[in-house]
């Protein structure tokens, strides 16, 4: 039986500093804190080091990576 992995996902850094919203396994939004600017980016993995980068974000691959949730999302996604 093969896990299928439900969209959305939300993860952040630990250092709360880079939040993530994955929309499929090749598609993200990041929202980068870069002092108190918020930047917004949508990804769109097309080479390997980018699946593999989204791939870690779904497995908690790093002690770095946290869960997050829709909550979190809406409210750092506020300008």
């Not at 500093?17 to 097309?46: P, T, V």
């Not at 989204?54 to 691959?61: C, E, G, H, S, T």
Request: aromatic share 12%.
């Amino acid at each position: 039986m093969e896990n299928k992995t439900v969209y959305p996902i939300y993860r952040k850094l630990s250092n709360n500093r880079s939040y993530y919203h994955l929309i499929s396994d090749r598609k993200f939004e990041e929202i980068q804190m870069i002092g108190s600017i918020k930047k917004r980016y949508i990804h769109e993995a097309k080479q390997y080091p980018e699946i593999l980068f989204i791939q870690d974000l779904i497995k908690i691959a790093h002690e770095g990576i946290l869960k997050s949730n829709k909550m979190e999302w809406c409210e750092i996604s506020k300008s």
